[in-house]
């Protein structure tokens, strides 16, 4: 009986060294493969993660080109017919010129003789011959500022076409970026994808590796036990005034050249783009000072081209300083009161009130 004894428990003894060795040389390679997985999944979710972001920041990009394109273009429609509208009046004032000195020289010198002749005394002499010169110089004037705000037009003109070309080239390469960022999302997504499967498969092995040696740990305990006790046990488990607005003085200069800019000569029409600026200046959605809003990025075309720096140093007319303080003073243009936005009239399909050469709305 003693010597059964002794080899039952060295067979048990058998068992267990077996189970041990079986442990020994199960492959263990399966935790740092998931480890590296796992690593290479978290660096793949925040590149994708970044992607997105920036494809996110592009499109914002993109949007706001698209806007800047689009005033642009309104206002290049609206320069073009300033520059059509001068065209027109400098050659009637340049007819008007002609019909004058024909009339001069073919009723002769006799008539304006005459006339000087006729005075009655050399003060009435003097006046007659002053009339006879200013008329001419007259002509010249008109003739000559007529071509200064023709030339000018076309300045504005060019310098709208010029940035309205860079904007598109802008927008081509920001839709360019969009396009490699989009083809680099899909190429990462893949990637991640793919080393999923590769985790989730790790995963399963690392499962199945853990199942098969906790089920060659209970085989051999149980064996141990039945050969030392002869017996198994086995476990399972399972236009109106407001208030008015305190202003530097070169603001008061700069909102009486923006709305100079935007419309010309006309109180109306002024008073409405100084609306628009003054409400924006009195909304939290925009800068609240008038420098602020006017040189807030893409939103005024003349800031862009060089037209606001042209007219600041020449200095705003008369009409746009009377309208830009009238609305500093509390002066709104009620039909766009409230109103923030604003587009070249013939340029644009959008609704809203039109007021002189531009339509306003209340959002873009």
């Not at 040389?25 to 998931?34: E, G, Q």
């Not at 010249?140 to 080239?169: F, G, P, V, W, Y």
């Not at 100079?260 to 008073?271: D, R, V």
């Not at 008038?290 to 600041?312: C, E, M």
Request: proline share 1%; hydrophobic share 40%; net charge negative.
């Amino acid at each position: 009986m003693e010597i059964y004894k002794n080899r039952r428990m060295l067979t048990g003894a058998a068992l267990l060294c077996t189970f041990a060795l079986t442990l020994s040389v199960f492959p263990v390679h399966a935790t740092d493969s998931i480890e590296s997985l796992e690593s290479q999944t978290s660096a793949l979710e925040k590149e994708l993660a970044g992607i997105n972001q920036d494809i996110l920041d592009l499109s914002n990009q993109i949007s706001d080109t698209e806007m800047q394109i689009e005033i642009l273009n309104s206002s290049i429609d609206k320069t073009q017919d300033d520059l059509l509208d001068a065209e027109e009046k400098e050659n009637k004032q340049y007819e008007d010129m002609k019909t004058r000195i024909k009339y001069m020289y073919e009723n002769g010198n006799a008539s304006l003789l005459e006339m000087l002749f006729s005075a009655k005394n050399m003060t009435d002499f003097l006046n007659k011959a002053d009339f006879i010169e200013n008329l001419s110089d007259y002509d010249r004037q008109a003739l000559t500022q007529l071509q200064d705000i023709h030339q000018e037009i076309a300045d504005q003109k060019e310098d709208l076409e010029n940035q309205q070309a860079s904007m598109q080239s802008l927008s081509e390469q920001l839709k360019s970026k969009q396009t490699e960022l989009q083809a680099k999302a899909v190429a990462t997504s893949t990637d991640l994808d793919t080393v999923n499967a590769k985790l989730k498969k790790a995963k399963e092995e690392e499962a199945a590796r853990l199942a098969e040696e906790a089920r060659q740990r209970a085989a051999a305990e149980a064996a141990a036990k039945k050969d030392n006790a002869g017996q198994v046990n086995g476990t399972g488990g399972g236009t109106i005034t407001t208030g008015g607005t305190m202003v530097s003085a070169d603001d008061l200069t700069l909102l009486a050249a923006i709305i100079q800019c935007e419309a010309h000569y006309n109180y109306e029409s002024m008073l409405a783009v100084a609306t628009v600026i003054m409400n924006r200046v009195e909304s939290s959605r925009f800068p609240n000072s008038i420098s602020g809003v006017v040189y807030a990025n893409g939103q005024f075309a003349p800031v862009w081209t060089g037209s606001l720096k042209r007219v600041l140093s020449q200095g705003p007319g008369t009409l746009s300083r009377q309208v830009a303080q009238d609305a500093i003073n509390g002066s709104r243009l009620a039909a766009v009161s409230d109103c923030y936005f604003f587009l070249y009239a013939p340029s644009t399909s959008r609704s809203g009130v039109v007021i002189g050469d531009n339509v306003f709305f209340t959002s873009w």
